[in-house]
C-alpha cells in the first residue's frame, strides 16, 4: 500500500504571497493532522480532520486554513506568508479517531524569501 | 497540554540495548504515552505506545512506571539504523512533540 503522500515536495514563495499544501493519505485512513517543523524543533500540531470535520486545531494565526475532501485528502493552506513561516510542513494520517499509531509523509518544504 | 522532559542526546553503541527515558509528572489518566523517531529527511515514524502496561511490538518495548510518571523506550540491539530522534509524546487528541533524544549509534 501507498504510504501519506504530499505535493510538492519543495516550494520556495516570497514574502505576502499564498500557498496551498497538498495530503493524500494512506487508503481507508478518515483522520488527517498537519504538523509545521521549524529547524531544529519537534513538529508543532496545526490541525486535525476527521470525516471532513475540523477536530483540533493548534495555536496557529487565523492565516493558516485547511480542508478535508470527501476522498479524505486534505490541503493546508497559508496566506499572506511571513519569513518564519518558512519550515517543514508534515501531514499524518490514521485510520480513526480512536487509532492512536499516525502516519507522515514525507513533508514540503516551504521556503519564504 | 501536558509535558514530557526527554534528554537532549544519547550514544550507544551497535548491538547494545538503549534505554531512552522520558519524564511526564503532568500526566493525566487518559494519556497514552507514544513514542516517535525521525530519521533524517524523513517525517517521523511511529514506535510504540501504551496507556498502564508494559507494551512490546517488533521495533521496541516500552517499560512504564507504575505511577505513569516516566517511561523508557527499550531498543535491544541498538543498530546504525536506529540513529534518529527519539520523541516521547502525551496525546490526548493530538500530538504534542517535544524536543526529543538524538540518539547516536556507533559501529
Known amino acids: 500500500d501507498a504510504g501519506v503522500t504530499q505535493s510538492p515536495t519543495h516550494l520556495i514563495k516570497t514574502r505576502g504571497q499564498q500557498v496551498t499544501l497538498r495530503c493524500s493519505p494512506i487508503s481507508g485512513h478518515k483522520s488527517v493532522s498537519w504538523y509545521q517543523q521549524v529547524l531544529g524543533q519537534g513538529p508543532q500540531f496545526i490541525f486535525q480532520?476527521?470525516?471532513?470535520?475540523?477536530?483540533g486545531r493548534g495555536n496557529f494565526p487565523d492565516r493558516f486554513s485547511a480542508r478535508q475532501f470527501p476522498n479524505y485528502s486534505s490541503e493546508l493552506n497559508v496566506n499572506a506568508l511571513l519569513l518564519g513561516d518558512s519550515a517543514l510542513y508534515l501531514c499524518?494520517?490514521?485510520?480513526?479517531?480512536?487509532?492512536?499509531?499516525?502516519?507522515f509523509g514525507p513533508g514540503t518544504r516551504l521556503t519564504v524569501t | 497540554d501536558a509535558k514530557t522532559t526527554q534528554p537532549n542526546s544519547m550514544e550507544s553503541n551497535e548491538e547494545e540495548p538503549v534505554h531512552l527515558p522520558c519524564n511526564h509528572s503532568t500526566i493525566s489518566g487518559t494519556d497514552y504515552i507514544h513514542w516517535y523517531r525521525q530519521l533524517p529527511s524523513q517525517g517521523p515514524e511511529y514506535v510504540i505506545h501504551g496507556l498502564t502496561s508494559n507494551v512490546n511490538n517488533r521495533m521496541a518495548s516500552l517499560a512504564i512506571a507504575e505511577d505513569r510518571k516516566s517511561s523508557t523506550l527499550i531498543l535491544h540491539r541498538a543498530t546504525l539504523r536506529d540513529a534518529a530522534v527519539y520523541y516521547c509524546i502525551l496525546e490526548t487528541d493530538k500530538l504534542i512533540f517535544g524536543t526529543g533524544t538524538r540518539l547516536q549509534v556507533f559501529p
Open positions: 499524518a494520517s490514521r485510520r480513526g479517531l480512536q487509532v492512536y499509531e499516525q502516519y
Open positions: 480532520y476527521y470525516e471532513k470535520e475540523e477536530r
